[in-house]
């Protein structure tokens, strides 16, 4: 059996598989709370205004220290290449972060990513020295596009972000896991934990979950559950599974029946 | 007595008046956001933090201050 098997994106280690959105929690310590239970190492974190007026709203970095917890700021609710690069550079400059997630949405009501933008930003970014995880479709020639241009991890989509639709195209999920090296993680669209563990058993390298913990009715049983189903998967994935048959095959052997 | 200069500035999107000659830090400093956790946009571009100290705010400047919030 395999003892070590961290996941490893720009060449550092991480021994959790699964990273997990900071968004839509009723609070800021039940946030920290479902991190916790999760395992998770990594975060997505937003980059957005200070309040100025209310200056006892609670701090994200208050919450969830970021010497232990490694932050992954993202572009979310960015519509095009100039905003999302905005948005990277000035989360750069807070604390020197490289490891980002790029996503460029093209649409409002399905938030698919805008393809073309998130190219054209990849290209950019990865020039610029970060270091750049990818929210993208499930186009196989699109990943193979964003790892041509630098990326350093491909992040394609489940299903509609926050549809909990789970994994729509198997095949697709198939086709990327093999031809590229690089870390898979399936990102958006879950809705419960078994989803995670298809997305483990197609090989994908980790899952990247927000509102299937978050909006869940207990967060921190679905942040544990979500926990068990990537190791779970995992596991499956690396033990190899046996073939499929129409027919069945006894278990037990015919010899000494009495 | 010295009449003190204001200026109209943009903050965060919404337009307010601050005292003329004013250095990106002692404003930052007197709103008492914690500088380590934030980033800092003037007119679009990023000030290093470093240079906070020695940039002085001007009429009709538009300054960003930014920081992490939760998210997916």
Same mark, same amino acid.
């Given at each position: !059996?395999?003892?070590?098997?961290?996941?490893?994106?720009?060449?550092?280690?991480?021994?959790?598989?699964?990273?997990?959105?900071? =968004?839509?929690?009723?609070?800021?310590?039940?946030? *920290?709370?479902?991190?916790?239970?999760?395992? *998770?190492?990594?975060?997505?974190?937003?980059?957005?205004?200070?309040?100025?007026?209310?200056?006892?709203?609670?701090?994200?970095?208050?919450?969830?220290?970021?010497?232990?917890?490694?932050?992954?700021?993202?572009?979310?609710?960015?519509?095009?290449?100039?905003?999302?690069?905005?948005?990277?550079?000035?989360?750069?400059?807070?604390?020197?972060?490289?490891?980002?997630?790029? $996503?460029?949405?093209?649409?409002?009501?399905?938030? /698919?990513?805008?393809?073309?933008?998130?190219?054209?930003?990849? $290209?950019?970014?990865?020039? $610029? %020295?970060?270091?750049? !995880?990818?929210?993208?479709?499930?186009?196989?020639?699109?990943?193979?596009?964003? $790892?041509?241009?630098?990326?350093?991890?491909?992040?394609?989509?489940?299903?509609?972000?926050?549809?909990?639709?789970?994994?729509?195209?198997?095949?697709?999920?198939?086709?990327?896991?093999?031809?590229?090296?690089?870390?898979?993680?399936?990102?958006?669209?879950? =809705?419960?934990?078994?989803?995670?563990?298809?997305?483990?058993?197609?090989?994908?390298?980790?899952?990247?979950?927000?509102?299937?913990?978050?909006?869940?009715?207990?967060?921190?049983?679905?942040?544990? *559950?979500?926990?068990?189903?990537?190791?779970? =998967?995992?596991?499956?994935?690396?033990?190899?599974?046996?073939?499929? /048959?129409? /027919?069945?095959?006894?278990?037990?052997?015919?010899? %000494?029946?009495? | 007595?010295?009449?003190? @200069?204001?200026?109209?500035?943009?903050? @965060? +999107? &919404?337009?307010? &008046?601050?005292?003329?000659?004013?250095?990106?830090?002692?404003?930052?400093?007197?709103?008492?956001?914690? #500088?380590?956790?934030?980033? #800092?946009?003037? @007119?679009?571009?990023?000030? @290093?933090?470093?240079?906070?100290?020695?940039?002085? #705010? &001007?009429?009709?400047?538009? #300054?960003?201050?930014?920081?992490?919030? +939760? +998210? +997916?």
């Amino acid at each position: !059996m395999k003892k070590i098997d961290n996941l490893i994106i720009a060449k550092k280690k991480f021994k959790s598989r699964l990273i997990v959105g900071t =968004g839509k929690y009723k609070n800021m310590s039940d946030c *920290a709370k479902a991190i916790k239970f999760s395992g *998770a190492e990594i975060v997505t974190v937003a980059v957005r205004r200070v309040n100025i007026v209310d200056k006892k709203k609670p701090l994200l970095m208050d919450y969830i220290d970021p010497k232990k917890i490694t932050y992954l700021p993202n572009t979310a609710g960015c519509f095009n290449s100039q905003e999302a690069l905005r948005t990277l550079r000035l989360a750069r400059e807070i604390g020197g972060w490289k490891l980002v997630k790029l $996503e460029v949405l093209g649409d409002k009501k399905t938030l /698919f990513p805008d393809m073309i933008e998130t190219l054209k930003s990849t $290209e950019i970014l990865t020039r $610029e %020295g970060f270091k750049v !995880m990818v929210y993208c479709t499930d186009d196989p020639l699109m990943a193979k596009r964003l $790892e041509n241009s630098g990326a350093a991890a491909i992040m394609p989509l489940a299903a509609p972000i926050g549809s909990g639709l789970g994994i729509q195209n198997y095949t697709n999920i198939k086709i990327i896991r093999k031809q590229t090296k690089l870390p898979l993680i399936i990102d958006a669209g879950l =809705g419960q934990a078994s989803d995670a563990t298809i997305a483990m058993e197609l090989g994908c390298d980790g899952v990247l979950v927000n509102t299937a913990i978050a909006r869940a009715k207990n967060p921190f049983q679905m942040a544990l *559950a979500f926990k068990n189903s990537v190791v779970a =998967g995992r596991q499956s994935y690396l033990s190899g599974r046996i073939e499929k /048959f129409l /027919f069945g095959s006894p278990s037990s052997p015919k010899e %000494g029946i009495i | 007595m010295k009449k003190i @200069n204001k200026i109209k500035i943009k903050l @965060n +999107g &919404k337009f307010i &008046k601050i005292q003329d000659k004013t250095t990106l830090l002692s404003f930052i400093k007197k709103l008492k956001v914690p #500088i380590s956790k934030v980033a #800092i946009e003037l @007119n679009e571009t990023i000030v @290093n933090k470093k240079l906070l100290i020695r940039t002085k #705010i &001007k009429k009709n400047d538009k #300054i960003e201050i930014v920081h992490f919030i +939760g +998210g +997916g």
